[in-house]
């Protein structure tokens, strides 16, 4: 493989670097211009919705959403959809925080997964900050602390995150959105340790079994050590002789660790979802999903009576889990994720008629299909 750039053809090679780079030179000026431009329309917007109201929230994810695709739906590359949505994804991030900078609360330490996240759906501009728990990152967001909290729910290898399904029965918080990030794991060794002698391994519980199969083919031997997440694993590490941490990219750059391997999950589409929680209902943005939690009475037919509505009204279930109800032994509530949005009339008249059936039904929010 030679390391010249896809459009590569022999007619560029009569074009000199000099020249190539004076156009550069003018389309970065041309760029700035624009994105100067396009940040001082935003401050307007910012003017525009203080009048309308003093409450205002600035930060809208059903526009976010609506940009990042249309950007991708125009893009004619070279650069991919996804790498040109990236960067658009940080531009409509420092413009949001020329009107408001978003304070976003995650699950921590720096260096998980959550936080990396964080970085996908709000950009680098918005202020984040780690908490050791998904109750205190609900109780943040609560208290006024943060604007929003960014939480783990479901991983496409080990299941569902309980303890944030649990923290929604005793909330009054909305889900404003959805972020799905590939989950790379590395197996991660400070300079001073060799492939050869890890005979300890360390990571969150969830990462040791998402490689479970990797590890028994190449480390059997070694003794593998739950901690409290995967970021800890790599502090660990970073000061200790003959372990190694798995980890991802974000707990690799932080305690400067080596990658022995890359990649190591057991699934290759390894991916978890998260979601965004705030205080506010967001509008339809054309490609939705609504997230709800149901409880039924303990009877022989109770999980198909709340289900049928959906399937009479054609709307697509994407999730359901069970939980034990808090009150009441045996008694169990029911989370349900489905494509469509709650002020579509479809998706109303299933609801209502959900209503009827069900002994409590709480819409959690609607919120747009994650897009990067
Ligand atoms: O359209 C808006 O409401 C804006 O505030 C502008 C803008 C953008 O930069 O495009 C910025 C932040 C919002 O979250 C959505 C979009």
């Known amino acids: 493989m030679t390391d010249q750039p896809s459009s590569f053809d022999n007619n560029d ?14 389309l970065d000026q041309r760029i700035l211009d624009l994105i100067s431009e396009r940040a001082a329309c935003a401050q307007q917007v910012a003017h525009v919705k203080l009048a309308e109201d003093p409450e205002a929230v600035f930060y809208r994810p059903e526009r976010e959403a609506q940009v990042l695709k249309r950007i991708m739906a125009l893009n004619k590359g070279p650069l991919a959809g996804e790498e040109m949505a990236r960067l658009f994804r940080e531009i409509m991030s420092a413009c949001l925080a020329l009107e408001k900078p978003v304070r976003a609360a995650y699950l921590g330490p720096e260096g998980t997964f959550t936080q990396q996240a964080a970085l996908k759906h709000f950009g680098d501009s918005a202020v984040c900050k780690p908490l050791p728990a998904i109750d205190e ?8 602390a943060a604007n929003y909290g960014v939480v783990p729910v479901e991983n496409s290898t080990e299941g569902v995150v309980n303890h944030t399904l649990d923290s929604f029965m005793d909330t009054s918080l909305r889900i404003c959105g959805e972020v799905v ?26 990462s040791l079994a998402q490689c479970r199969k990797w590890l028994d083919a190449h480390y059997p031997h070694a003794e593998r050590v739950a901690v409290s997440s995967n970021a ?48 506010h209902d967001v509008p339809p943005s054309g490609e939705d999903k609504t997230s709800l939690v149901a409880s039924m009475r303990n009877q022989p037919g109770a999980l198909h009576d709340l289900l049928e509505p959906f399937h009479r009204h054609k709307v697509d279930m ?47 929010g609607s919120y747009p299909v994650g897009v990067l």
């Open 13 to 26: 090679q009569g074009v000199d670097l000099g020249a190539l780079r004076d156009r550069i030179d003018t």
């Open 137 to 144: 990152v609900f109780r943040e967001v609560e208290a006024g």
């Open 181 to 206: 990030l590939r989950i790379h794991h590395h197996l991660l060794v400070g300079s001073n340790t060799r492939r050869d002698k890890v005979s300890r391994i360390y990571s969150h519980s969830q």
């Open 232 to 279: 800890e694993a790599a502090r660990r590490v970073k000061s200790e002789w003959h372990t190694a941490a798995i980890a991802g990219d974000m707990a690799a750059r932080l305690y400067g660790l080596e990658r022995l391997e890359e990649k190591i999950e057991d699934m290759p589409d390894n991916s978890t979802r998260f979601l965004i929680i705030g205080n």
């Open 318 to 364: 994407t999730r359901l889990e069970s939980r034990p109800s808090r009150h009441g032994l045996w008694n169990y509530v029911f989370f349900i994720d489905f494509k469509g949005h709650q002020e579509e009339p479809r998706v109303q008249a299933a609801l209502e008629e959900v209503r009827l059936r069900a002994a409590d039904v709480r819409v959690l």
